[in-house]
């Protein structure tokens, strides 16, 4: 009795499969589901709103000694340097050096200050702006000890991110004697 119950249930189950679903009429063939809608790609990201958010200047630093001083330059192996930190020792003085005949004053971004200085333009035998601080300078410490990245721009000019290694530190280091 048990097992002729459970076969004639079976049938009845097997047999619910072959009724169509209340809401597909008897008469019409079942229709393909549409193609799924393709989602939008999302919105490209907002451009940085603060400097420490914007990626790194492509490039490396290097240091060397150079007569009366030392130099830490930072820019693309194999190129000019974009930027470049030197030490005129008999006279304490630190130079730092933009890539360019720039227009207006350097400004230098740290985590800790900001600070806009004047520049002069040497144009032989490349174009650089030069900007010119005693080996004491308080800037100079916020740039070797920036919270790993500097920035250093001019009015009309794109802004550079520069990483806060120590070679520049190792040319402040070597100004102050």
């Known amino acids: 009795m048990r097992m002729k119950l459970i076969i004639v249930m079976g049938s009845m189950l097997a ?20 193609p799924p809608v393709q ?71 740290t985590s800790t200050s900001s600070r806009a200085l004047p520049i002069t333009v040497e144009q032989e035998p490349i174009a650089y702006s030069h900007a010119s601080l005693a080996a004491t300078d308080p800037l100079l410490d916020a740039m070797v000890f920036s919270r790993g990245r500097f920035t250093v721009e001019t009015p009309g000019q794109r802004m550079i991110v520069i990483p806060a290694w120590p070679e520049p530190a190792r040319v402040v280091e070597d100004c102050r004697g």
Request: net charge neutral; charged share 20%; hydrophobic share 40%.
């Open 39 to 109: 989602a939008p790609l999302p919105a490209p990201p907002p451009a940085a709103a603060d400097w420490r958010d914007i990626p790194l200047t492509p490039g490396n630093w290097s240091y060397g000694a150079e007569a009366g001083g030392s130099a830490a330059m930072f820019g693309a192996p194999e190129t000019e340097a974009l930027f470049a930190v030197r030490c005129n020792r008999a006279a304490r003085r630190i130079t730092l050096s933009l890539e360019g005949a720039n227009q207006g004053p350097m400004t230098i971004r």
């Open 15 to 34: 047999a619910s499969g072959c009724i169509p679903r209340a809401d597909q009429p008897r008469d019409e063939p079942a229709r393909p589901a549409p």
